[in-house]
């Protein structure tokens, strides 16, 4: 019983030593002392929020709790070491507010965070408020694409793909969709209700992913523009072939959709290639 109990006193004469180094207010040798203390039993929330509990230093002085979230993470050598979720959130937030993007996307790159959708959303918030700035566009892709890997990382696959949208790569969302092997129509649909935008639809409905009724349906705020791009795409009657979602009436509904909306042309064209796709290909 002798050996527990010495190394109880030792565990408890480092946890003594930690408050005294942070009473000093000798922040960097407490972050070390915590990082490094034996059985871990300093790398947990309560040492997060000791350091949080810090004053702001003055002067420029870096954050007491960054100081301690650099060198936490700088410790970490294989998965079992690293933070918990809630740690490793703490640790993206902390850096975030003072928009150290970069310690970020290092910490992602050595794989030394446990990735969950908080962090994501986090990060992505991140990005939304880097586009309000001026001549924040690099900020603000680093941002998104950092927030995909979170997302990715953590399985919230439909969080990553409306992500990818917000970025622009509509494409990658698509292939990236794909290759999970786990979306169907109503997780893409869930997907252009999150990021509601003409050009998310066309790509949906181009690759054969969704209705176009139930499209029409979502991009209500712009049912002329999305009539008049989709009555006049090339591919129309393949499009037509491959959706197995909109119904004869749904198809009669969009018609009429064209009228209310004046796009006479694009509509009578839709006419067209649905009666030819019912002619060549329904049995």
Not at 84 to 105: M, N, R, T, W, Y
Request: proline share 2%.
């Amino acid at each position: 019983t002798a050996l527990p109990i010495l190394g109880t006193q030792m565990i408890l004469e480092y946890m003594e030593r930690w408050n005294e180094l942070l009473g000093e207010e000798k922040y960097e040798a407490a972050a070390i002392h915590a990082a490094n203390s034996p059985k871990g039993v300093l790398r947990n929330s309560e040492t997060f929020l000791a350091f949080k509990n810090v004053k702001q230093v003055s002067g420029g002085e870096k954050s007491p709790l960054l100081i301690y979230c650099e060198i936490l993470l700088s410790t970490v050598t294989h998965r079992s070491t690293r933070p918990s979720k809630a740690d490793s959130v703490e640790c993206v937030k902390c850096a975030l507010d003072h928009g150290k993007l970069e310690l970020v996307a290092h910490w992602l790159a050595n794989d030394v965070l446990e990735c969950c959708v908080s962090m994501g959303a986090i990060i992505e918030e991140y990005a939304v408020a880097a586009g309000q700035q001026r001549d924040a566009g690099d900020e603000q892709r680093l941002a998104y694409s950092l927030a995909v890997t979170s997302y990715m990382r953590c399985g919230a696959d439909k969080q990553a793909a409306i992500c990818m949208c917000k970025q622009g790569r509509l494409y990658g969302m698509v292939a990236f969709a794909r290759d999970t092997g786990s979306f169907k129509s109503e997780d893409y649909i869930g997907v252009l209700e999150a990021v509601p935008e003409l050009e998310v639809g066309l790509v949906l409905v181009g690759a054969s992913l969704v209705g176009v009724y139930r499209v029409l349906q979502v991009l209500e705020s712009d049912r002329k523009g999305f009539l008049k791009a989709l009555g006049s795409r090339e591919d129309l009657i393949d499009i037509i072939r491959k959706d197995g979602w909109t119904s004869s009436s749904d198809w009669t509904k969009i018609v009429i959709a064209c009228e209310e909306e004046n796009v006479w042309e694009e509509g009578i064209n839709i006419v067209a290639c649905e009666l030819v796709n019912r002619v060549l290909f329904d049995n």
